[in-house]
């Protein structure tokens, strides 16, 4: 045996450089396979094992959330509920994973019942430590763990962390910007959106939904920074303001729009006619017929075709009619059309003599005539 | 004496169900609960449910469809949609449907007990 | 020091022939090893990738797009083809896809079944006045439908003349009212989120113009799929699909992840995309002389953006979201790659400009080289150097040591990815849950590299064979009739007509 080894050893060492660079190699890769192959399969438990007490804390949990929500819980028993649960997260190694399944739980609910169940919820996520926990992650945790902390804190409405969570409203990750911001709006109200008034890089649509969504919890309170906000240099900023003031009917700003109508950037310009629309500021229409002609993009022209339904007159279902005749472009032909039929126009439409219309205005036609499309 | 009114809850996650069953149970109902249209529509079939509430976006049979299929059948259980969905077009969608109530989520327990309650007083009438 | 990678021991070092058999060999070793290298880099780049985004989606609420009126509006195109099987159960998946505003089109390409009529009864359909502007030019429109039943009323079925994928493709496009579009193979598996998650990054692009996005595709065989959805995720039972559940998951995740992050992704699949509707258009729309339609779009729409100076992005979602069945016989998977090859090949070519070019940035510099070069002419290499070997090692001039050394590196290397890969997808998307079918997979990855990747070596060659010898350009000698999606359907087939080429999907990014 030994004989062999040591044969072996020395066959080895006699080879050439590349021999043994290249079977090194060999070897080395196929340990690393081994090995990888070891961690795959015990990384594959370890996660099953998690999944588990994973679904065993939540169905342990749940009944008692359950009855955390629905009840009148007096002092005691929730005190009671409280331990209860204490005593299905507790764990030596596994206390801070317990905690956060037990975190995404209650959200979970927090996200589907509202009302009176808002604030039991609440009232269970600070009793149980999760309210800690979060602020624990806001403080020392990496990017992602930042801004979940703060997505969760503002998800469960803890209006005392705003100050801490201001602090990162212009940290450098942009999504924990993001997050602070969005949350410094949910729990700071319409002030907190002050941040708007001077910011400089641009605001990507995601976060518009989101901070509009949260807007929309003010129902139509005067928001005044609107006028700031539609003449900021920030694109993204305007476009917001617009949909800030059609959302929740900031008439105030009106002439400001008006100077809109013609701004140089697509999407403001497009935003800005949709508001016209919404909120039937019917006094722009001259100056849409100016931006008609000077504008080369369809998409622009498409709007105000569509904003003359909502805002105009007799001279409008003239140039309408007129647009079915003569225009080339058959997207503009078809909104015209369509506007005719949402003015209640249909016997214009129909009223087209022969030869009059091209046959891809008729078929237009007979296809906005077609209620069931 | 009164019967318990029967209820039967539709929406593909198990949480939803769950809550909502425990609610209604403590409000005193007797609760049933479906996972997908399907499986709703086929409990109908055999059972008699004095309310329905459903969610609207499930695989298969999306609650659009539930709403308008019971009523086609002659169901006179009133439907109630709970939905994330809160459109003006969902909304006008469920009640052209047939759907005799709308609800979005996150929705307020209390404010469903109550809505409950109409329904089933405007059904026994 | 370069001796040390010489194999051959030649007596004469000043033969010309010698330095010849030198120099191909420097070639084709450097190659693989270059080859080796880089997939090394793009593994790396798709884990720090696909972390991100995991971490980014952790704390993600999809509720704001979900209920928003400013959400943008999206059709889904499903062109559909001698489905009737299955088309009922297809699209009504896709109309409970969980998204605000968007319509589901349907294009009955000319089918000779009774996919249309099936459609008509099931969702109670009738001929409407819909004006068709052939903005792209199609097929003729023959009727366009919508559904009496108000639930429906986000349906849209198209009957047209028969006319091929890109034109049914197209005729969607023409149909459509949204702004972007979501294109799928009408028989993938959707996940019921994934409409949310492929429009977020457009809507979280702020610099540039994000144009198109791409998605993960799965393989769904052996996956229990109960109404329209996957309810469980299960290793494939066949060692042919299990080769491909590997190749997938390399060129997916750890491929197209890397280049999307760099956006450098030339192809996006046409299992699951979403694109602009209006710049589709203005590029011309889907080619219909192509086979690799979906590669091509890409390509184009890259190409007509940065023509027009428009600063441009694609992106790329790691997140799995689509599911489709893969061939199960070697049979149809030969035909598959090697409708692939020919289609890359097609594509290639007709963007030859792009090469080096560095007008067009990335693309031309890093991309498609990187495509010509170590994906399109991989095998090709590989199948030259075998045969090389085969031929020196007949004159004698081979070492052989050191050849089966070498080869056990290239094993040894590839196993160790392909385990590594099975490591990356265990800490980011787990999704195969039992222990036994991950062993069942490292099998397989012992075996791939003797069995399957030789296998591929072959189809590409005859594909290009093919390509270059045989004409087989466009659909062309195998007249375009349809696309049958390849699968136990087409077992027992007449074998003397020209069998309807499969559909062209999801194409992974490696040839490995």
């Known amino acids: 045996m030994r004989r062999f080894f040591t044969e072996t050893y020395y066959f080895l060492l006699a080879l050439e450089p590349r021999y043994k660079i290249v079977l090194f190699l060999v070897i080395a890769l196929l340990l690393l396979a081994a090995v990888m192959v070891v961690i795959v399969l015990r990384e594959r438990s370890t996660k099953n094992s998690v999944e588990n007490r994973e679904r065993r804390i939540k169905r342990n949990a749940e009944p008692i959330i359950q009855e955390i929500v629905f009840s009148e819980y007096d002092g005691a028993e929730f005190k009671d509920s409280i331990k209860k649960i204490n005593r299905i997260v507790d764990s030596a190694l596994y206390r801070r994973s317990n905690m956060g399944i037990l975190n995404e739980l209650v959200l979970y609910y927090h996200r589907n019942l509202g009302g009176e169940a808002f604030t039991r919820l609440e009232m269970l996520y600070r009793e149980i430590g999760l309210k800690q926990l979060a602020q624990e992650n806001l403080k020392n945790g990496d990017w992602h763990i930042k801004a979940k902390a703060i997505n969760d804190l503002s998800t469960m409405r803890m209006g005392e962390t705003l100050y801490d969570i201001l602090q990162f409203t212009d940290y450098p990750n942009q999504n924990v910007r993001y997050e602070a911001q969005y949350a410094a709006v949910k729990l700071g109200g319409k002030k907190a959106m002050s941040f708007l008034d001077d910011l400089d890089t641009p605001m990507s649509e995601w976060q518009q939904i989101r901070l509009l969504d949260q807007s929309l919890k003010f129902e139509y309170e005067l928001i005044d920074q609107v006028g700031t906000w539609l003449r900021s240099t920030n694109n993204s900023v305007v476009v917001f303001g617009l949909m800030i003031m059609r959302h929740l009917n900031q008439y105030h700003e009106k002439g400001e729009l008006l100077k809109l109508l013609y701004h140089k950037n697509e999407k403001v310009q497009e935003k800005a006619i949709e508001t016209a629309r919404e909120l039937a500021y019917s006094e722009c229409i001259e100056s849409l017929y100016e931006v008609y002609e000077l504008t080369k993009q369809t998409r622009i022209k498409k709007q105000i075709l569509r904003a003359f339904a909502d805002l105009g007159g007799s001279k409008e279902v003239g140039f309408l009619r007129e647009t079915i005749a003569k225009e080339k472009e058959y997207n503009l032909v078809f909104e015209a059309a369509l506007s005719l039929k949402r003015m209640g126009r249909r016997d214009v439409l129909i009223s087209y003599k022969e030869q009059e219309l091209s046959e891809k205005g008729e078929s237009i036609v007979k296809h906005i005539l077609d209620d069931r499309i | ?125 | 020091m370069l001796s040390i990678f010489w194999m051959i021991e030649f007596d004469n070092q000043n033969s010309v022939v010698d330095v010849l058999i030198y120099i191909f060999y420097f070639i084709t070793y450097g190659y693989t090893v270059f080859v080796m290298v880089s997939y090394l880099v793009l593994g790396i780049l798709s884990v720090i990738q696909a972390r991100k985004y995991l971490r980014r989606n952790s704390y993600t609420d999809y509720l704001n797009i979900l209920q928003s009126p400013e959400a943008p509006t999206v059709s889904i195109l499903a062109p559909a083809y001698n489905e009737e099987a299955t088309i009922i159960e297809n699209i009504r998946s896709l109309l409970s896809v969980r998204y605000p505003n968007f319509e589901v089109i349907v294009v009955n390409d000319g089918s000779r079944d009774r996919s249309l009529i099936k459609l008509i009864e099931e969702y109670q359909l009738e001929p409407v006045d819909f004006a068709v502007n052939y903005a792209l030019p199609t097929k003729k429109v023959k009727a366009v439908y919508k559904s009496k039943n108000p639930t429906y009323n986000n349906l849209v079925v198209v009957d047209k003349e028969n006319g091929g994928k890109s034109d049914a493709l197209n005729a969607a496009i023409n149909i459509s009212e949204s702004d972007y579009t979501l294109n799928i193979d009408v028989d993938c598996i959707l996940e019921e989120d994934c409409l949310l998650k492929l429009m977020k990054p457009f809507l979280e692009e702020t610099d540039k113009n994000m144009i198109a996005t791409g998605g993960v595709v799965r393989i769904a065989n052996n996956c229990r799929i109960e109404k329209g959805r996957i309810t469980e995720i299960n290793v494939p039972n066949k060692l042919l699909s299990q080769f491909q559940t590997l190749e997938y998951l390399r060129s997916f995740l750890l491929g197209r992840v890397a280049w999307g992050s760099l956006d450098g992704l030339l192809l996006i699949s046409g299992a699951l995309g979403v694109f602009q509707k209006e710049l589709v258009i203005a590029c011309g729309g889907y080619d219909d002389d192509t086979i690799g339609e979906d590669m091509e779009l890409t390509v184009r729409m890259r190409r007509y953006a940065r023509e027009k100076d428009i600063d441009y992005v694609v992106g790329f979602v790691p997140d799995p979201l689509c599911w489709t069945e893969v061939p199960e016989t070697w049979s149809v998977l030969r035909r598959q790659r090697n409708r692939w090859t020919r289609g890359a090949l097609e594509t290639l070519l007709a963007h030859k400009r792009l090469f080096l070019n560095p007008y067009y940035g990335k693309i031309g510099m890093i991309s498609y080289p990187y495509w010509l070069l170590f994906e399109w002419l991989a095998p090709l290499i590989e199948a030259f150097g075998i045969f090389l070997l085969v031929l020196f090692s007949l004159l004698g001039v081979v070492n052989i040591s050191f050849l089966y050394l070498f080869i056990a590196l290239i094993y040894g290397y590839t196993v160790s990815f392909t385990i590594a890969t099975l490591y990356i997808e265990e800490i980011t998307f787990f999704q195969y849950k039992k222990r036994r079918q991950l062993l069942r997979l490292v099998l397989a990855g012992l075996l791939e590299p003797l069995i399957f990747h030789p296998f591929l070596v072959y189809c590409s060659v005859t594909g290009n064979w093919d390509y270059f010898f045989e004409g087989k350009k466009a659909w062309g000698s195998m007249k375009r009739v349809g696309f049958k999606k390849p699968g136990n359907g087409n077992k027992g087939q007449n074998t003397n007509k020209p069998t309807p080429p499969s559909k062209l999907r999801n194409k992974p990014a490696d040839a490995f």
């Open chain 2, 1 to 125: 004496m009164s019967e318990k009114a029967k209820i039967l809850i539709v929406d593909d996650e198990p949480l939803i169900r769950d809550a909502l069953a425990f609610k209604l149970t403590k409000d005193g109902y007797d609760v049933d609960t479906a996972e997908d249209g399907e499986k709703a529509i086929q409990k109908i079939e055999s059972e008699e449910y004095q309310i329905i509430i459903s969610d609207i976006m499930m695989p298969f049979i999306s609650g659009f469809e539930l709403v308008k299929i019971l009523k086609e059948r002659g169901t006179d259980a009133p439907v109630l949609m709970l939905t994330s969905l809160n459109s003006e077009t969902a909304v006008l969608k469920a009640f052209d449907l047939g759907a005799d109530d709308f609800m979005t989520k996150p929705f307020s327990p209390n404010e469903l007990s109550v809505r409950i309650k109409k329904l089933l007083k405007n059904a026994k009438k």
